[in-house]
């Protein structure tokens, strides 16, 4: 089975700090993805990744930078935090672009 | 801009009844639709559909994609307490890795 872990399941901050979200994937997938997931609004792509120091950005990358030096790691930076960043946060990963991708349990950030 | 809309956005039914899941989808060179289940944490892959009319199953569970009416359906029967979750649908398209999801359709079976 693949294993998609996040860091943290919840996690509180303060406006303006540097904020780290990591995840790691057991499986060798070439593909790492983060969304946001928002009542109302669905799941919404912020950055992925094909391939290590590759990234891409999604939908709604403002604020948000990605890092990925190892192929099982993808980090997700909140390079000020502000509260409009408060949300539920999924990491995932695929084997390819045919492939389901396979989520991990998400980490609840706030920021205060 | 890629769209994909589920309905209703949220129901409620009592356990035995059969329950219908629709996402229609508007995109530019579609690849494939898939569904999952998300009860408190990670969405958990369901079905992931290509062809036209061939109808997908797990247990109680069951899909089918029209590629003509740009939609697609998940059916439970029997529905359980089990079954209460938010159910996700998304598409895959263009060259890359990009889904695009819907909103969710949040499901509850009443015992």
């Known amino acids: 089975d693949v294993k998609v872990t996040q860091s943290s399941r919840y996690l509180v901050k303060r406006t303006g700090e540097k904020v780290f979200l990591e995840c790691v994937q057991d499986m060798d997938h070439e593909n790492m993805f983060w969304y946001r997931q928002d009542p109302g609004l ?25 890092s990925r030096e190892k192929k099982e790691r993808f980090s997700l930076i909140l390079e000020s935090a502000s509260t409009n960043q408060t949300s539920m946060y999924l990491c995932a990963s695929s084997s390819d672009s045919n492939q389901p991708q396979h989520f991990g349990d998400g980490t609840r950030l706030s920021i205060l | ?43 958990t892959f369901l079905f992931m559909l290509t062809s036209s009319g061939i109808e997908k199953k797990s247990g109680r569970l069951s899909s089918i994609l029209d590629k003509k009416e740009l939609f697609s359906i998940l059916n439970i029967t029997a529905t359980q307490t089990g079954d209460s979750a938010v ?14 999801f819907g909103k969710g359709i949040t499901l509850s079976v009443r015992p």
């Open chain 2, 1 to 43: 801009e890629d769209k994909v809309v589920q309905s209703p956005l949220s129901l409620v039914v009592h356990e035995g009844d059969t329950v219908t899941l629709n996402c229609s989808y508007e995109v530019t060179n579609f690849r494939s639709l898939l569904w999952y289940k998300q009860e408190k944490k990670a969405p």
């Open chain 2, 87 to 100: 159910y996700l649908c998304a598409v895959y398209t263009g060259a890359n890795s990009k889904l695009t």
């Open chain 1, 42 to 66: 669905g799941l919404r792509l912020i950055y992925f990744s094909y391939d290590v120091k590759m990234k891409e950005k999604g939908d709604i990358p403002e604020g948000y930078s990605v």
